[in-house]
């Protein structure tokens, strides 16, 4: 399909989502994730955040929740789901009875991705903060990842019946951070389902970082969280690094390949064989800066350097975690490598000149990325990261 085709269908979806959403009256909410390079955000402890990727602590002032969150009283859904630079702002009811998400587009055929607000979670976004997709075959439904919470696993399961009455028999989880598999409960519960995650995922579901987690959400969003449990991948993927298992289900098949642990306790790319298509997890950020608290910030560069040798030329469209879909040549790829790259050459120029990590991190700002969405929110603990990456490699 010609990528005026994808937009074209990307467009119609939407209209329909628009009208649906007129009709339920969702409201919408503006965008406000440009960092502060001058808001060292050190009361939210990123710094010291785990797998979860977001701190144990309930009560952020709301002037922050506002700075990084999602204000209700503006909306944009975007026209396409891909090659855009506009992420949708949407604030998302509380009591929505599990209703269809707004922001569905269907990217080629019988493969849709949900297109998330690029935020932190407050009461208005409700954890919608990141992507997820299904694809539709003859024989069933693959979902790829299950978005911030139960209720939002609910309403991607709803959002994947108005498309279809064919049962869901996969859930695929690129990783286990909060954005990508709190609503995989959901699914589960659902039964039938099976659920797909990397091993290092066990790690992290047994783990105290999952409650802390938990708790921090809970924070903004205690309804939408109820009954919310780890779920334990049934098909683990590990083994040698790169290495892929194939799924096939009717006329559709997909590999799903072993990235190491290079953002969280273990991440997975799958391949849509047939449609060309990545979805790549949080192995490159479209629009946004990436965060950085667990995973190696070297594995990060040698995932995108295997994705790139591997099918920057083959694949068609890459659907990162955050942010819009893209065509080749994928930029976001190259982008995110330039910041990781200069943050790990900053940071080891730092250590080397015996620089404290208080210092180093002070003197850590990227001017080139101030005005990149949750560059004041996630920069400074990237660079106490790194920093500590940097100091281990030299001791
Ligand atoms: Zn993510």
Redo the contacts with the bound molecule.
């Keep these: 399909m010609r990528r005026a085709d994808i937009m074209l269908i990307g467009a119609v979806i939407v209209l329909v989502a628009l009208g649906l959403l007129a009709g339920r009256g969702d409201h919408g909410s503006a965008d406000t994730t440009h960092g502060d390079p001058a808001e060292p955000a050190p009361h939210r402890s990123r710094a010291a955040e785990t797998a979860g ?1 977001e701190a144990p602590v309930a009560a952020a002032d709301p002037e922050l929740r506002h700075e990084f969150g999602t204000p209700p009283d503006a909306r944009h859904v975007p026209e396409r789901a891909v090659d855009t630079d506009e992420p949708p702002r949407l604030a998302l009811e509380p009591e929505a009875e599990d209703r269809p998400l707004p922001t569905l587009y269907e990217v080629a055929e019988g493969v849709y991705m949900l297109f998330g607000n690029i935020a932190e979670v407050d009461e208005s976004n409700r954890g919608f ?2 992507n997820a997709g299904f694809v539709v075959t003859d024989a069933g439904v693959i979902a790829i990842d299950s978005l911030g919470s139960p209720e939002l696993g609910r309403r991607m399961i709803a959002t994947i019946r108005s498309v279809t009455d064919k049962p869901i028999k996969y859930l695929i989880l ?2 286990s ?4 598999s709190y609503g995989a409960v959901a699914f589960r519960r659902l039964g039938g389902v099976t659920v797909v995650g990397h091993e290092g995922t066990l790690d992290y579901i047994h783990s105290e970082r999952i409650d802390g987690s938990a708790e921090y959400r809970r924070g903004f969003i205690a309804e939408d969280m109820q009954g919310f449990e780890g779920v334990e991948p049934d098909v683990l993927i590990g083994g040698e690094r790169f290495s892929k298992r194939s799924i096939h289900l009717g006329d559709r098949r997909l590999e799903v390949y072993n990235v190491g642990q290079h ?1 969280s306790a273990g991440d997975l790319v799958v391949r849509q064989v047939e449609a060309r298509i990545l979805w790549i ?2 192995l490159a ?1 479209n629009g946004r800066v990436t ?1 950085m608290a667990d995973g190696h910030s070297k594995q990060i560069l040698e995932g995108q350097r295997w994705l790139m040798e591997s099918f920057g030329e083959r694949a068609r469209l890459m659907v990162p ?2 942010g819009s879909a893209q065509t080749p040549p994928f930029p976001m790829v190259e982008r995110t490598r330039r910041y990781v790259t200069g943050l790990r050459r900053k940071m080891a120029r730092a250590v080397e000149q015996g620089w404290g990590l208080q210092k180093a991190v002070e003197r850590s700002h990227m001017p080139a990325w101030e005005e990149v969405r949750l560059y004041g929110l996630n920069h400074r603990p990237n660079a106490n990261f790194v920093y500590r990456e940097m100091e281990m490699a030299l001791f």
Excluded: L, R, V
């Design positions: 990727g903060n990141g690129t990783h951070h909060p954005d990508h953002h997890g949080d950020f965060f975690g955050h």
